[in-house]
């Protein structure tokens, strides 16, 4: 049960990377590598900020502004540069690498002594439940776990329902219609260069803030933590989306984030039934490759025995 | 209103692919005209059109609209007043966004874009009157996504949200040419009622000579970048198709000539 919540609790963290994975991937269409870097970016930031003593609310606020730079730098070289936009990611993550080290000054920074929001959220379990254990459907948890993991679905919560109501608004409905259809808003008198750098800049800030959330519950910041991370958004996005559909805004939003979690808990059992850690990344990298190609590949399988011709 | 000079475009200059698109172009429509133009593939008849709506830098030339000059503005700020609608009933609208969406992002053509609600009742309400004009049946599907549309029905919203405000310039490119013969009619009977209603400055750019005789106060025919022949007032009422397929007809002799002609002479003198 222990598993369960902490896979649950990462599976929520890991819910704003997809989000911000959801608008690069598919609202503008690009695989933004920037990710990688721009995780680590916002948990190195949060981590240093809190060891150095700033509330934790603010330095997890700091740790969601470095994404927004680093996304904006990425959509500026796309937008302004004109450069291919893979390349733009790969460049940002590339150089972020070192950013990184500089703004951590070693290669990781544990979280022990200062407070953090998994702390807080600790200490709000103890004074609000005021026991250590709490019975859950019968198991007992530990009040910790279970109020970390009350405090990461209030926040996930806050996030998405921001997110809806944003992309719902003037400007959020110009930026998707920037991804869209960029010659059709462009003649309704959008600057689709403009929207693209700050839909960029925010994709990369949601994706800072999970690094930043992540790098307080697991309790350090790692220069290797972004590793990979842009496959396991786009796993999370693509589960979303055969969960959801991607109908409407509001069922393609919270697919992003039940495909989180539902991953996340695939990955606990999988890992529980033996799975070496280390083909982790390997596993999420055929899934991608998997989900992307199959359903293509299938159709055009089914194509041919539809239309064999009659003997 | 609409005011271009000595409009000038190569592309690809230099290169083996070079293509004199543009040679000179002058234009001149007061406020309410419907100019119609007509050519050949290649006559640079879209090209002038997109030089209007600046898709791309001239090499030479001005455009002036509504008294500003607008030759430096890029295509996002002269959208502020120009409606437009494209050939393709694909690019036009977003088709993942719903129908209210599309026309609510029109209903802000080259304004400010804020954190407001993009669809509040109001607009829903002007937008349910304003499509149920059309006579589609669309009114009720409002919600549903653009791209489940046929193409008549999109270029149909296309035209009503290039004119949602009123523009001071409408560009229409052979926005009917790829729609069924049914569909084509039904946003052709739209154009001309929406474009008489508000008296709007129009170029339309076309295939048909069928088109071409009927609609428009004044028609230009584009051959190798150039205008080739104008008429306005009483000329261009009079014209029929007969007479514009006549004048084709003369465009390709005399650019069969000119070849037959160069042919001739390097026979003669090489």
Known sequence: ?311 | MLHVSNLSKTFNAGTVNEVRALRGVNLDLPEGAFLVILGGNGSGKSTLLSAVAGNFRLDEGEVHLAGQNVTHWAEHRRARLIGRVFQNPFMGTAPTMSIAENLSLAARRGQRRHLGWALPRKLMDELRNRVSQLRMGLENRLGNAIGSLSGGQRQALTLLMATWLKPALLLLDEHTAALDPKSADLVLRVTEDVITRHRLTTLMVTHSMQQAANLGDRIIIMHKGTVAYRFAGADKQRLGVDDLLARFEGLRRRELLDETAAALLKETYL
């Open chain 1, 1 to 311: 049960m222990t598993l369960f919540l902490g896979a649950f609790t990462i599976g929520l963290v890991l819910s704003l990377l997809a989000l911000g994975i959801y608008i690069s991937y598919r609202v503008f269409d690009v695989a933004d590598i920037t990710v990688d870097g721009s995780i680590t970016f916002g948990a190195a930031i949060c981590a240093v900020l809190i060891v150095k003593g700033a509330h934790p609310l603010l330095a997890t606020l700091a740790g969601f502004g470095g994404g927004l730079a680093a996304g904006t730098v990425t959509g500026i070289l796309q937008a302004k540069f004109k450069l291919n936009p893979l390349l733009s990611g790969i460049l940002v993550m590339t150089g972020l690498y070192s950013v990184n080290l500089h703004v951590m000054g070693k290669s990781n920074v544990p979280l022990l002594t200062g407070e953090t929001l998994t702390t807080w959220a600790e200490r709000l379990g103890r004074a609000g439940l005021g026991k250590p254990e709490v019975n859950l459907l019968g198991w007992l948890v530990s009040t910790r776990d279970l109020v970390t993991l009350m405090v990461a679905l209030g926040v996930v919560v806050i996030v998405c329902l921001a997110l809806y109501w944003f992309f719902r608004t003037e400007l959020g409905t110009a930026m998707r219609a920037s991804g869209d259809n960029p010659q059709m808003i462009r003649a309704l008198g959008v600057n689709v260069e403009r929207y693209r750098i700050m839909g960029l800049a925010l994709s990369n800030g949601l994706v800072a803030l999970s690094g930043a959330l992540l790098a307080q519950y697991q309790g350090f910041a790692d220069a290797q933590m972004g590793i990979g991370m842009v496959v396991w958004g786009l796993a999370s996005v693509i589960i979303g989306e055969s969960l959801t559909g991607s109908r409407s805004l509001g069922l393609a939003i919270y697919g992003a984030v039940a495909g989180s979690v539902l991953f996340r808990l695939l990955v606990a059992i999988a890992l529980r039934w033996g799975l070496n850690p280390n083909d982790l990344k390997l596993v999420t990298a055929l899934f991608v490759f998997a989900a992307l190609v199959l359903p293509q590949w299938l159709k055009r399988r089914a194509r041919p025995a539809l239309s064999t011709p009659p003997r």
